[in-house]
Structure formats: C-alpha cells, structure tokens
C-alpha cells in the first residue's frame, strides 16, 4: 500500500462569491519553472480572448526565466490586464488567494505529486490539472478536468469548467481531501500498515 503526502484541510472556509459581475477568475500557484507549462497557460488565455476571464500568477523561481513569462504576456497584450504576477506567498495569504479564485489551473508537462491541486481542493477550490500530473481522479470524483496541456485543450477546460456549478464542484473536491487526504486519514492508513506488519512478524 502506498500512503500519499497529506494536505490541512481547514476545518472551516468563508464565505466567498463565485464567478462576481461574471468574471472567472483563474490562479496558477507554484514555482516559476520551465516544467510547470505556465507559457501554454498564457496562450490559452491569448486564445479565449475573453476580458472576463483573468489569471493570477502565484510564486517565484529563476528571475530570468519570470522575466520572460512577464515578457511573453506583455507580448500578447495580457499583462495588467488579464494576466497578474503576484509573486511568492505562503500562510494566510495563500488561504487568501484560493479564497479569491475560482479556478486552479495546474498546467505542468511532468509532476511527482503536486501539492497544489490537493491545497486547492482542500479549500474548496476546482481544478484544471495536466496530464503530466497525477490527478486523473479529480474527473472521477467531479471535482475538475484532467487534460492536456497544451494552449488548445488548456483554453477548452477553462470554458468548459466554467460552465459548471463551481460551489458544489470545489466541495466534492473538499470531501476528497478530508476522506482521503486529511492528516486524520493519513494516520489511519499508517496505522493499518503498521498493524499489517506487525501481524506478519
């Protein structure tokens, strides 16, 4: 049996607002990495051409390379207007920006695990997750879309979750995590593979 990472899930959210005055409001949260696709995501907000739709960019890496993907915005016409980079945050003003969002996107070519998409759905958040990540399971538990990166299926996914009841979207994905991610039911596992051991000593 393998045991996951775990993930805090808050034991209780505010209240907050989906999609005001009909905007969608889009976060990506991570390193700034050439691995995360963060470029395809910039293309697929290019292609949707929709000014009620903006993506906030959450988090810091090689400064070079950040530059560039402000650069690539700035070419498109998307930044300050419907692409913002927001820098590095952690703690409460993490919690803060999932409470703003509406939708997560994760548009990684390859990740291990990715953190990001278990805290978003702790906090009630839907997701948008590559292929290159392991979360096939967030369309089996109707929780988001799990596509391909690329800007066309990317831009796809994003008018296609829209479309969703995005409340009750976040809070499959949060009952997710409390019944198979939380801490409590991380412990349970470990102590059935523990006890397992134990009875084959």
Known sequence: MIVPNGVDV???????????DGRLRLMYLGRLSPKKGIENLLHAIDRLDDSSISL?????GDLAYATSLKELAERLGLLGKSVFFAGH????AKSAAFHTADVCVVPSHTENFCMVVAEAL?????VI?????PWAEVEKNQCGLWVENSAASLGNAIRTIRSHDLAATGLRGRRWMQSEFSWDAIAKDMFQIYRAA???Q
């Open 10 to 20: 808050p034991d209780v959210l505010p209240q907050r607002d989906w999609l005001p």
């Open 56 to 60: 906030t960019v959450y988090g810091a």
């Open 89 to 92: 945050i952690d703690g409460e």
């Open 122 to 126: 702790a906090h009630g958040v839907p």
């Open 129 to 133: 997750a590559s292929r290159g990540t």
């Open 198 to 200: 134990g009875q084959t």
